[in-house]
């Protein structure tokens, strides 16, 4: 399963690229091997934010964490 460490290294990869443009992203769950995160920062509220969470967050952390399911940005 997950630890902490493995989820946190993985949102650490994402969290570099996003800091770049203001934004951030917080981890809201794992459930059913679903990891649950919330995008902040200039991040949310961007039109473009719906690509860059399939494109490059869920890609990026699920490269780290092959074996979830998918991500989904609440």
């Keep these: 399963m997950y630890n902490k460490e493995a989820i946190d290294k993985a949102i650490e990869k994402v969290r570099e690229g996003l800091k770049t443009e203001g934004g951030d992203i917080e981890v809201i769950e ?4 679903v990891l649950y995160v919330r995008l902040i920062g200039s991040c949310k509220g961007c039109p473009m934010s719906s690509m ?23």
């Design 30 to 33: 794992l459930k059913d091997d």
């Design 52 to 74: 860059t969470m399939k494109n490059w967050v869920e890609k990026t952390i699920l490269t780290e964490l092959p074996s979830l399911k998918t991500v989904k940005a609440v």
